[in-house]
Every structure is written in structure tokens, then in C-alpha cells.
């Protein structure tokens, strides 16, 4: 077969499974087409599953590309314009875009637990007890898992050493929570898909979030298609140096 006609068939099957072709697409349907077949079917697989509606794909593709630990502006600008094809509301994007943005916080979660541990060598950590929290912490506690429905342990040495930090980050990361445009299992899928991603990979937050999706009725299954989804990223190390090639051998 000539390879043009076979190169413009995998373009056409591609375009038509994911409903976008790209520059950095065609740089490596040039260079390597057998390897956009088979990325082309890594991508399929989540598709396949129907786990997730395309809109819901779409979105998770939108949260990973979008966290704070890759922020692939290419990737966001792509899977944002599918999104609105596939008829995403401006409401659903952002709260998307909210959610994801929560990862800012794990430098809290894991730094202030740490320098608890580092205080408490040197003899100058206070009490991280429920015990001795004040009136105003403990009523921060509360809302939390109220509008949680959880409490994580990592959260207590913040709560501790910093409630005025608790009290601004729970207010901000409320806003998604308050509104309600996506259900709350989706929104946990979310979390999940920034946390698995592997530009950060959160083990606490993994678990917290996938225990919180599956209470909120979502299946085993489109947990592990979110991770899926997560885990395609790796082609875009691909993706992204292909077109880099292309272009050095062009000029």
C-alpha cells in the first residue's frame, strides 16, 4: 500500500474516534505512523469501556492537562474546544478548572506534617490534638466534614499551625462544592485524575478520593478509566519532541 494512502487512512480513523488532528499529529504520522496507530488505540480503550460519556472524558482530560504539575496549555486549549463541541457548559469547565486547581494545596498537606515532625525534633512543635484545638478550629473541623463528608489526618497539622490558611483554602475550594454543576462523584473522579497523574502521583489523595467516588455511587470501572485517561500523557513526551524533530529536519 502507499504509504500516503495508508497515512491518510490513520489520520482519517484517528479524527474520526477522537474528533481532533494536530500539527503535532501530522510531525509524527510523518516520522513514525505505526506509533500514532498504536497511540491511537491506547486512546481507544476508555472509549471502548463506555464507562464514561465523551463529554465526561473530555473533562478528566481537561483536569489532568490543566493541574498545576503540567499544565500543558496545548493539551487545554485542545480538550477545552472538545468539550464545548460535545456541549460542556462554560459552569462545567470551570468548576473542572476549580477542582484541579485543588492540588496547590498537597504542598501543605505534606510540607506542614513534615515540619511538625522537624519541630517536634527540636522541641519546638505545639500540640497537634483535637484536644486542643480552639472553639474557632474545631468549628473549622466541622465544616469541613460537613461539606466533605471526610477528614484526612494530613489535615491536622494544618489545621494546628495555620487555621487562618484551613479557613481561606476551605472557603476557595468550596466554591465548586457550593455551586453543584457536576455530580460528586464526578467531582471525585477529578480529584482522582490530577492525583494519579504521573507529574504528581498522591498516594493519600488516590485513596481518600477513590473511597469518596465509589460512597458517591461511581463504579470500579470508571475509576480505572480515569487513571487511564491519566496515565496517556506519557505519549505526549512523544507528541511534543516529534514535532520538535520535524521541524529541525525542515529547516
Known amino acids: 500500500m502507499d504509504t500516503r494512502i495508508k497515512s491518510s487512512h490513520i489520520q482519517e480513523s484517528f479524527q474520526a474516534q477522537h474528533g481532533y488532528w494536530t500539527a503535532e499529529l501530522d510531525a509524527l504520522l510523518e516520522l513514525d505512523p505505526e506509533y500514532v496507530m498504536l497511540y491511537d488505540r491506547l486512546l481507544r480503550v476508555a472509549s471502548d469501556r463506555q464507562s464514561l460519556t465523551e463529554l465526561q472524558r473530555e473533562l478528566i482530560h481537561i483536569a489532568v492537562a490543566a493541574q498545576v504539575t503540567y499544565l500543558n496549555r496545548e493539551a487545554i486549549q485542545l480538550h477545552i474546544g472538545r468539550a464545548i463541541e460535545l456541549g460542556a457548559s462554560d459552569a462545567e469547565i470551570m468548576e473542572t478548572l476549580q477542582l484541579a486547581s485543588a492540588l496547590g494545596t498537597h504542598s501543605m498537606l505534606i510540607g506542614v506534617p513534615i515540619a511538625h515532625e522537624v519541630f517536634q525534633e527540636l522541641g519546638i512543635a505545639i500540640s497537634v490534638s483535637d484536644d486542643e484545638l480552639s472553639s474557632e478550629q474545631q468549628a473549622l473541623k466541622e465544616r469541613f466534614i460537613a461539606d466533605r463528608k471526610y477528614w484526612s489526618p494530613h489535615w491536622d497539622a494544618v489545621l494546628a499551625y495555620t487555621p487562618e490558611y484551613f479557613e481561606a483554602y476551605l472557603d476557595l475550594s468550596s466554591v465548586p462544592w457550593h455551586r453543584n454543576t457536576l455530580e460528586d462523584w464526578f467531582k471525585e473522579l477529578i480529584y482522582i485524575a490530577i492525583d494519579v497523574a ?54
Open 198 to 251: 504521573t507529574t504528581h502521583l498522591f498516594t493519600a489523595g488516590i485513596q481518600t478520593h477513590t473511597k469518596k467516588a465509589i460512597e458517591y455511587g461511581a463504579s470500579p470501572a470508571q475509576v480505572i478509566d480515569v487513571m487511564t485517561l491519566a496515565s496517556t500523557i506519557g505519549s505526549h513526551t512523544v507528541l511534543s519532541g516529534a514535532a520538535v524533530l520535524h521541524k529541525a529536519r525542515q529547516g
